[in-house]
């Protein structure tokens, strides 16, 4: 079992950034692929960036290529987003993800176990 608990989130007038931090329970952590999705308003669950269990390997969706940046701290049992030059179609509940040790990071939601309660994302024009 996993339990991952997202913070970071908050209102944001375009332009600006936020960290989006994951912590997760458990022992295991370093066994685990993380991802980052995102659901905005009357929309579906989008894949945002995912990283595999080493940390070597990362995956964005277009829209935010070269502007956020997932990360990993092992030790710390935790996944970062770091979100910079934000818009307001960033503006959505964002969600963390864990999916056991796979060779890949998937941009299917379907293929994560564990998610986290949320957190919402607000950027202001």
């Known amino acids: 079992q996993v339990q991952l608990v997202e913070s970071g989130g908050g209102l944001v007038q375009a332009g600006g950034s936020l960290r989006l931090s994951c912590a997760a329970s458990?022992?295991?952590?370093?066994?685990?692929?993380m991802g980052w999705f995102r659901q905005g308003p009357g929309k579906e669950r989008e894949f945002v960036a995912g990283?595999?269990?080493?940390?070597?390997?990362?995956r964005y969706v277009d829209s935010v290529k070269g502007r956020f940046t997932i990360s990993r701290d092992n030790a710390k049992n935790t996944v970062y987003l770091q979100m910079n030059s934000l818009n307001p179609e960033d503006t959505a509940v964002y969600y963390c993800a864990a999916r056991f040790m796979a060779l890949g990071v998937d941009s299917d939601y379907a293929q994560y176990n564990y998610w986290g309660q949320g957190t919402q994302v607000t950027v202001s024009s």
């Open positions: 458990g022992r295991t952590f370093s066994s685990y692929n």
């Open positions: 990283i595999n269990w080493r940390g070597g390997r990362t």
